[in-house]
C-alpha cells in the first residue's frame, strides 16, 4: 500500500532552519505531485508548498515564500522542505501529500489522495 514517512522534525530557536523529508513507497513516485501542508494546534490544516511531477513547477504559500524551498528526488521517491528564517508562526505538524491526477491547483488539500503521519515542527521565540 501506499506510505508517505515523514521525518527531520523538530524544536528549533527562531531564526533557524530545518529540513524535512517526506519518503513516499507503494506508487511509482515520478507519476505524483507532491505538497506540504502543515496544522498548528485549533487551526485548520493550511497548504504550504508543492511540486509537480517533474519539478518544472513549484507554488508556495505566500507566508512561507522566500523562506521554504520544496523540492523532490524522484530516484530516491522523496520529497524536501528546506525551511529557513522559522518563525514561532511556523509551529505545525507537518505534513506530506501526494496526488497523481493532474490539476492547475496545487492548494486545495481535497485533491490530494494520500497523506502522511506528520512531523512536529516547533519553533521558539
Known amino acids: 500500500q501506499v506510505q508517505l514517512v515523514e521525518s527531520g522534525g523538530g524544536l528549533v530557536q527562531a531564526g533557524g532552519s530545518l529540513r524535512l523529508s517526506c519518503a513516499a513507497s507503494?506508487?511509482?513516485?515520478?507519476?505524483?505531485?507532491m505538497g506540504w501542508f502543515r496544522q498548528a494546534p485549533g487551526k485548520e490544516r493550511e497548504f504550504v508548498a508543492a511540486?509537480?511531477?517533474?519539478?518544472?513547477?513549484?507554488v508556495y504559500a505566500d507566508s512561507v515564500k522566500g523562506r521554504f524551498t520544496i523540492s523532490r528526488d524522484n530516484a530516491e521517491s522523496t520529497v524536501y522542505l528546506q525551511m529557513n528564517s522559522l518563525k514561532a508562526e511556523d509551529t505545525a505538524v507537518y505534513y506530506c501529500?501526494?496526488?497523481?491526477?493532474?490539476?492547475?491547483?496545487?492548494?486545495?488539500?481535497?485533491?490530494?489522495?494520500?497523506w502522511g503521519q506528520g512531523t512536529q515542527v516547533t519553533v521558539s521565540s
Open positions: 501529500a501526494a496526488r497523481e491526477a493532474y490539476y492547475s491547483d496545487y492548494v486545495t488539500r481535497s485533491l490530494y489522495d494520500y
Open positions: 507503494g506508487l511509482t513516485f515520478s507519476s505524483y505531485a
Open positions: 511540486v509537480s511531477r517533474s519539478s518544472s513547477t513549484k
